[in-house]
């Protein structure tokens, strides 16, 4: 690869970066939130430390060339931390109290997805441009996007309930439709499983569980206020 810059092929790369980090966003977002408030800042820094991480692998794989071992790593490493994710957005919804052992399980989720995004970035932004900057460019760049996307769903679940389930559903979404676009691939394209579509989904998702959650913390509200008059 070269380092010859296209302000076209850069302006594609960030794009498609965006595009990339938005779908992840909701899996890392529900995984952070699981369990109790205090241990939210836990998942950021494994989150942020992964990230770290996976920005330095990524740019040695684009400079070095190699493939294959770190490739098969990063994907492995992309399927459990997103199993890790989905576990922690169906907890965020069956687990009325806080638990510490669900926030161990949405740590490990945000560490394993943060180290591996970087590398299953490279692939996507190689088929974009034949020149180094560009993707180091987008992978930088999707690292950023994803910790200022997360931190902001994080800070509005931390205000209600109801989108607090929401982004569980959005999470469990993505989890699903991001780990079958890393399996396969060429399947999924054919599918028409794109990231444009993945991210569609995962946002249909997010809305149809704010409404959910709106309606269980009405019913909830509702018998809180029964029970002093029942008693």
Do not use: Y
Not at 66 to 85: E, F, I, R, V
Not at 135 to 162: I, K, N
């Amino acid at each position: 690869m070269s380092f010859d810059l296209d302000p076209l092929e850069l302006l594609v790369a960030a794009l498609t970066a965006l595009l990339l980090a938005l779908s992840l966003a909701f899996p890392l977002a529900a995984a952070a939130i699981v369990g109790p408030r205090k241990d939210w800042n836990r998942a950021g820094l494994a989150m942020g430390l992964g990230l770290l991480l996976g920005v330095i692998g990524a740019g040695a794989v684009v400079v070095t060339g190699a493939d294959g071992a770190p490739a098969t790593a990063s994907l492995l490493g992309l399927l459990l931390g997103l199993a890790c994710a989905f576990v922690a957005a169906v907890l965020v919804v069956a687990l009325e109290d806080d638990t510490g052992w669900a926030a161990a399980i949405g740590v490990v989720g945000c560490l394993l997805i943060g180290l591996a995004a970087p590398l299953q970035a490279v692939p996507v932004l190689e088929a974009l441009s034949s020149s180094m900057l560009p993707v180091l460019a987008g992978t930088v760049l999707e690292a950023v996007a994803l910790v200022l996307v997360v931190a902001f769903l994080v800070a509005g679940s931390a205000r209600a309930r109801a989108l607090q389930i929401g982004i569980s559903f959005a999470g469990a979404a993505g989890a699903v439709l991001v780990g079958a676009g890393a399996v396969g691939p060429g399947a999924a394209a054919a599918a028409g499983l794109t990231p444009r579509t993945t991210l569609i989904g995962v946002l249909v998702a997010l809305v149809i569980g704010s409404l959910v959650g709106g309606v269980l913390e009405t019913v909830r509200a509702r018998r809180r206020s029964r029970r002093p008059v029942d008693g």
